[in-house]
Structure formats: C-alpha cells, structure tokens
C-alpha cells in the first residue's frame, strides 16, 4: 500500500509565489557561503521576495518544550506563526538554575511554570544527545508542517564543555579577558581545542538536518554587544569578529554545513549602566560572513533608530527581529517595514503579552501566519 506523503510546504513554492508576478523574473541573492545547499538559497531568495511587503510571524520554543508555545499562539490567534524556533542550549547544574530559566536550560522544564504558577523546578533525566536528538526530531516534524526553522545556541564557556551553572553563559563581569579571548581564537591552543570539541556537537546535529534538507536560519553567538554572555563586549579585529569568522569557516568549510543562512543577531542598542548594549558596527564581521542581520528587542523598545541602523550596515541584505519580548504593533511594522520576521521568546508570549495585541498583530495585512501563507497558495 502506498503510503500518504506527510505535508511538506517548499519553500521553493512560497517563492515562486511571491516572485513570479514582479518586474525581474526572479531574485536569487549571492549566499555568503558559495556552496550553500538549493534549500538554503531558496529559502533566502523567499525573504527577499516579501521584503518591505510583509512580515513572518515567528516563536520561540525552549528544546524540552516542542511546540508549546507555538501552540499558545494558535490559542491566542486561531494562527500558527510561520517561523519555529528554538535552541540547542546546555545543561544547567547547582541550585541557581532559577536564575537563568531565561536563558532556557535543556534539563528544565517549562520555566513558565515557576515563573506563572511558582512551582518548584523540574528537571529531565536525559542526556545532552538525547535532548538534542529530540530536538532534531522536533525540527524535522515543523518543517513538515511547513515552518522555517531558526536555531541558536546559549553555549558555556569552552572549558565547560555542555554542563555548567549558568553563570559560565550569563557571564556579566566575569567574560574572558584579553589574554583568554586570544587563546580562545587561536588554532593550536588547549582553549581552542576545547571550542572545537564544543561546536563539534552542535555540528552533529546540524548534519542531520541538512541530510533531511532543512535550511536553517542559524545565529550563533547572539547579542554580542550586550555585556551579559561570555561572548559579548568583545570588540576590534581580533574580538566577537574573529570568533564569529572562526565558526563561519569551521562549519562551512570543515564540517561542510550549506543547509545554514548565517544570521547574525545583535541585541537593541541602549546605555543603561551595567546593562548596555554597544552599537551594533563595533561587532560587525563583514558582509561577506553574513547572510542576515537581526535585533533583539525587548521592553517595547521599538526605535526606529534601531531598525534604521541596522540597515545601513545590512547595505541591503535582509534585516530581522531575532528575538523580541512585546509584541510590535503593525502600525510599527510599517514603519519599519524591513524586518523580515519577528520572533517572542518563550514565555513572553502568554506571560508578558496582552492577548487583543496579539490578535490584533496576527491579524495584520502585513503580518503573514502560517495559514496566511497556505490561502495564498491555493
């Protein structure tokens, strides 16, 4: 008997769709890794087919979570949002585990439940393999469904390998000096040996992926002009530029990863003492290493200054909201009307949300969900 094909949604078709009636016959933008896979290019030549017309919806959700967020949108809207993310994480040990639910440890469970109803944490007794195969697996069944896949990585500290208290990734006053961060990004080094077998394990799973042919919206190392991870505040040649170059080369010339669209993903610039955020040229690696540059935005901080500097510097690649806590609204939307999607964190969007603003944001014209997305292809 032959079996029913699950439902894959191309991209290749949502591009066909939104280029084939447009000026040029088509747009297929240079990807910054030459060999990336048909998947990835397609991928990003559908971004920059809405680009300045719409906006994908977008969530996040924590590695043990699966779609549980995303759900909560569909509750909220009756829609699902059109990009699915989430994070390859690290396990958190010792009793302070609480303070960094934010950063989403693979080993707890939804943090909303201590956060909303001040429950005792729980933690999963599984391995960093198992949690992240469950990951892939997860991966593979959302994009059946039809959504874009983004992923990132709360990564500690090298040395730390994949279990660590939080505090090695949420850093503050404690990130690498001078000496440290140079041995970090130097070949040959016992502290680049250790980074190496770190990363090699996030490349695993991503080889798993592109044999699934799954693009991926990819952005390691976020926020680095924050002052917060190990990774930030890191700035000139040979800082946050030369560790971001070093991954770029590691994975797509030694792993041989094209399924990945690099997106590098800053954090909204602001001066607010022991919280800042640096402007984002300072950790620029050069366009050449990039394929999209992202903000994350938090406390309803929507200056149009934030998405007006950025493209300068994205000198017209695709811009994006990696991560945002409230919502924008779609009058904000028009106005910066470059964001190739936004992406609520977690938690935020059931804890830290009105529900009519959502509703109210889905239902935007210039807003697509994933059924949004479906009408149009009939």
Same mark, same amino acid.
Not at 48 to 73: A, W
Not at 171 to 199: C, F, Y
Not at 233 to 253: A, C, P, V
């Given at each position: 008997?032959?079996?029913?094909?699950?439902?894959?949604?191309?991209?290749?078709?949502?591009? $066909?769709?939104?280029?084939?009636?447009?000026?040029?016959?088509?747009?297929?933008?240079?990807?910054?890794?030459?060999?990336? /896979? #048909?998947?990835?290019?397609?991928?990003?030549?559908?971004?920059? /087919?809405?680009?300045?017309?719409?906006?994908? /919806?977008?969530?996040?959700?924590?590695?043990?979570?699966?779609?549980?967020? @995303?759900?909560?949108?569909?509750?909220?809207?009756?829609?699902?949002? &059109? &990009? *699915?993310?989430?994070?390859?994480?690290?396990? %958190?040990?010792?009793?302070?585990? %609480?303070?960094?639910?934010?950063?989403?440890?693979? =080993?707890?469970?939804?943090?909303?439940?201590?956060?909303?109803?001040?429950?005792?944490?729980?933690?999963?007794?599984?391995?960093?393999?198992?949690?992240?195969?469950?990951?892939?697996?997860?991966?593979?069944?959302?994009?059946?469904?039809?959504?874009?896949?983004?992923?990132? *990585?709360?990564?500690?500290?090298? @040395?730390?390998?994949?279990?660590?208290?939080?505090?090695?990734?949420?850093?503050?006053? =404690?990130?690498?000096?001078?000496?440290?961060?140079?041995?970090?990004?130097?070949?040959? @080094?016992?502290?680049?040996? #250790?980074?190496?077998?770190?990363?090699?394990?996030?490349?695993?799973?991503?080889?798993?992926?592109?044999?699934?042919?799954?693009? &991926?919206?990819?952005?390691?190392?976020?926020?680095?002009?924050? %002052?917060?991870?190990?990774? $930030?505040? +890191?700035?000139?040649? =040979?800082?946050?530029?030369?560790?971001?170059?070093?991954?770029?080369?590691?994975?797509?010339?030694?792993?041989?990863?094209?399924?990945?669209?690099?997106? *590098?993903?800053?954090?909204?610039?602001?001066?607010?003492?022991?919280?800042?955020?640096?402007?984002?040229?300072?950790?620029?690696?050069?366009?050449?290493?990039?394929?999209?540059?992202?903000?994350?935005?938090?406390?309803?901080?929507?200056?149009?200054?934030?998405?007006?500097?950025?493209?300068?510097?994205?000198?017209?690649?695709?811009?994006?909201?990696?991560?945002?806590?409230?919502?924008?609204?779609?009058?904000?939307?028009?106005?910066?009307? +470059?964001?190739?999607?936004?992406?609520?964190?977690?938690?935020?969007?059931?804890?830290?949300?009105? /529900?009519?603003?959502?509703?109210?944001?889905?239902?935007?014209?210039? %807003?697509?969900?994933?059924?949004?997305?479906?009408?149009?292809?009939?």
């Amino acid at each position: 008997m032959k079996m029913k094909k699950p439902f894959i949604f191309p991209i290749f078709v949502l591009f $066909c769709f939104f280029s084939c009636n447009m000026k040029n016959e088509s747009i297929f933008p240079e990807t910054s890794n030459k060999e990336a /896979s #048909s998947e990835a290019k397609e991928l990003l030549s559908f971004l920059y /087919s809405i680009q300045g017309k719409y906006t994908l /919806s977008g969530q996040h959700n924590f590695i043990s979570t699966g779609e549980q967020y @995303t759900d909560e949108v569909y509750k909220i809207t009756g829609k699902y949002p &059109v &990009v *699915w993310g989430s994070d390859f994480s690290f396990q %958190v040990k010792g009793d302070s585990a %609480v303070n960094f639910h934010h950063c989403g440890p693979m =080993n707890l469970k939804d943090p909303a439940l201590t956060l909303r109803d001040k429950k005792p944490l729980e933690f999963i007794n599984l391995s960093v393999d198992e949690l992240r195969q469950n990951l892939v697996n997860e991966v593979i069944r959302q994009h059946k469904k039809g959504h874009i896949i983004t992923l990132m *990585w709360h990564g500690c500290f090298p @040395t730390e390998g994949d279990l660590c208290d939080g505090s090695s990734i949420w850093a503050m006053q =404690n990130r690498p000096d001078e000496k440290t961060w140079q041995e970090l990004t130097s070949k040959g @080094t016992e502290l680049n040996a #250790s980074w190496k077998k770190q990363v090699d394990n996030i490349a695993h799973h991503l080889q798993k992926l592109q044999e699934a042919k799954i693009p &991926v919206l990819w952005r390691p190392y976020h926020e680095m002009n924050g %002052v917060w991870f190990w990774w $930030c505040n +890191q700035k000139g040649e =040979n800082g946050f530029k030369k560790l971001w170059i070093m991954l770029y080369d590691y994975f797509t010339k030694d792993k041989k990863l094209n399924n990945l669209i690099w997106v *590098w993903n800053t954090n909204a610039p602001r001066n607010i003492p022991g919280d800042e955020a640096f402007p984002y040229s300072d950790f620029f690696p050069g366009s050449e290493y990039v394929d999209i540059l992202a903000a994350d935005v938090y406390a309803n901080d929507y200056k149009q200054s934030h998405h007006d500097d950025l493209r300068k510097i994205a000198n017209g690649k695709l811009i994006a909201l990696g991560e945002i806590g409230t919502v924008p609204s779609a009058e904000i939307l028009k106005s910066q009307n +470059q964001w190739s999607w936004f992406m609520t964190w977690g938690y935020f969007v059931n804890l830290y949300n009105d /529900s009519e603003a959502i509703k109210k944001l889905y239902n935007a014209p210039n %807003v697509l969900s994933l059924e949004d997305i479906k009408k149009m292809r009939k």
